[in-house]
């Protein structure tokens, strides 16, 4: 099994609103992928920043390349996120994971 993660920021007012997006928008686009097969959506308020990580477990990374291409350690963006997103980070990390 392989975690991808990513992190993004918003403005803290936008917190709320954020999260509605990735909820109606970002995870169901996940799970409707093949191979998919959870996450974890973090967030906290820093002072007058939001911080997102996700945190998605797929079967493979050829499964991830299904989700998010051949170039699969580029981060996905949807485009509504530039209407929060502070900053677009180019890349996802990924981790086998080995015990859970």
Do not use: C
Request: hydrophobic letters at 40%.
């Amino acid at each position: 099994m392989i975690a991808r993660i990513w992190h993004g920021t918003t403005k803290a007012e936008h917190y709320q609103e954020y999260t509605a997006f990735m909820k109606s928008k970002a995870i169901p686009d996940y799970r409707k992928t093949k191979g998919f097969i959870k996450l974890s959506f973090l967030r906290r308020i820093e002072r007058d920043i939001a911080h997102f990580n996700l945190i998605t477990y797929w079967e493979s990374l050829d499964v991830i390349k299904n989700f998010a291409g051949d170039d699969f350690e580029i981060a996905k963006y949807y485009p509504l996120d530039s209407e929060y997103l502070l900053e677009f980070e180019e890349k996802v990390t990924h981790y086998e994971v080995f015990a859970e």
